[in-house]
Antibody, heavy 122, light 115 residues
């Protein structure tokens, strides 16, 4: 079955760190673009980070310098290392597979995980 | 970043009636080189992950009922549910993928309910 399963969320104090995981099955993360998208309580969707099949990575300005996306090919898993967490990072974090146009970069999301909740609070 | 503005914020439609959601981008998301609009639509139900409905502004994802359709070009886009069903109650989001990779943006969402 093609699916994504996130884990690693929880309660963390401001300034703390978390590593989110997203295990893929039914396809390879190395052959696909993978992304993280979050939804703060009562808010809309916000793109966070992407790792392209070639390995290049990009982050939204709101998390640049604090969050890092990576992948473990043999585990077929992607990660989001979130450092220097702030209360405004509180959200459900979704892992998503990204499809792209012929350039390989313009991406939309065709498969989503169930999400993992990150709460940043003292 | 391109700002995506959806309207209305919410709407209530009787079962079987048409629901129309609008999405406006702050600049054109039409690539003239391939004449494609870089816009997707998602359905998000409570407790579930978002679901892709439409990409390229009007291409329906496999398995999506044909009562869902997308239209528009340039800066103005519409998602139409031709005959609202109970299972269509959800929040709907548009997303532009014109500015990439670091500028992917979503609209604020439109909540659709049964009247």
């Amino acid at each position: 079955e093609v699916q994504l399963v996130e884990s690693g969320g929880g309660l963390v104090q401001p300034g703390g760190s978390l590593r989110l995981s997203c295990a893929a099955s039914g396809f390879t993360v190395s052959g696909n673009h993978m992304s993280w998208v979050r939804q703060a309580p009562g808010k809309g969707l916000e793109w966070v980070s992407i790792i392209y099949s070639g390995g290049s990575t990009y982050n939204a300005d709101s998390v640049k310098g604090r969050f890092t996306i990576s992948r473990h090919i043999s585990k077929n898993t992607i990660y989001l290392q979130a450092n220097s967490l702030r209360p405004e990072d509180t959200a459900v974090y979704y892992c998503a597979r990204a499809l792209a146009d012929s350039s390989g970069y313009h991406s939309w999301f065709d498969l989503w995980g169930q999400g993992t909740l990150v709460t940043v609070s003292s | 970043d391109i700002v995506m503005t959806q309207s209305p914020d919410s709407l209530a439609v009787p079962l079987g009636e048409r629901a129309t959601i609008n999405c406006k981008s702050s600049q054109s998301i039409l690539y003239t080189s391939n004449n494609k609009n870089y816009l997707a639509w998602y359905q998000h139900k409570p407790g579930q992950p978002p679901k892709l409905l439409i990409y390229w502004a009007s291409t329906r994802e496999s398995g999506v009922p044909d009562r869902f359709s997308g239209s528009g070009s340039g800066t103005d886009f519409t998602l139409t549910i031709s005959s609202l069903q109970a299972e269509d109650v959800a929040v709907y989001y548009c997303q532009q993928y014109y500015t990439t990779p670091w500028g992917l943006t979503f609209g604020g969402g439109t909540k659709v309910e049964i009247k």
